[in-house]
C-alpha cells in the first residue's frame, strides 16, 4: 500500500522559510518521480515542483530561486525548501507520486499559512 505523508507545515512570517518532508512508504523510492502541488484557498490544486529519480528539478516560474525541492533515497523522503515566503504561498502542499501503471498517489497535504 502506497503511503505519502507530508509534514512540516506552520505559520511563517513573510520573508521566512520553511522546509516540508514527504515520506513515502510501499513504493521503490529511488525509482519515482516525486512532485509537490499545492492549493490556495478558493484556487485549484496547482503543480509547484517535481524531482525526477536522478535528482533532476523543474519548478513553476513563481518559486524559481526561493523553492528547493531534493530528496534522501534512503530515507525515502522528499524536501521542499521554502525561502523568502510571500503570502500567496499560503496554500495546503501536497506530494504526489505516479507508479508504473499510471496510478497517482497523494498525501493529504500539510497547510502553509505566511501572515504576519
Known amino acids: 500500500q502506497v503511503q505519502l505523508v507530508e509534514s512540516g507545515g506552520g505559520l511563517v512570517q513573510p520573508g521566512g522559510s520553511l522546509r516540508l518532508s514527504c515520506a513515502a512508504s510501499?513504493?521503490?523510492?529511488?525509482?519515482?518521480?516525486i512532485s509537490w502541488y499545492r492549493q490556495a484557498p478558493g484556487k485549484e490544486r496547482a503543480l509547484v515542483t517535481s524531482i525526477t529519480v536522478s535528482g533532476r528539478t523543474t519548478y513553476v516560474d513563481s518559486v524559481k530561486d526561493r523553492f528547493t525541492a531534493s530528496r534522501d533515497n534512503a530515507k525515502n523522503t522528499v524536501y521542499l525548501q521554502m525561502n523568502s515566503l510571500k503570502p500567496e504561498d499560503t496554500a495546503v502542499y501536497y506530494c504526489?507520486?505516479?507508479?508504473?501503471?499510471?496510478?497517482?498517489?497523494w498525501g493529504k497535504g500539510t497547510l502553509v499559512t505566511v501572515s504576519s
Open positions: 510501499g513504493i521503490t523510492f529511488r525509482f519515482n518521480t
Open positions: 504526489m507520486t505516479r507508479d508504473s501503471y499510471g496510478m497517482d498517489y
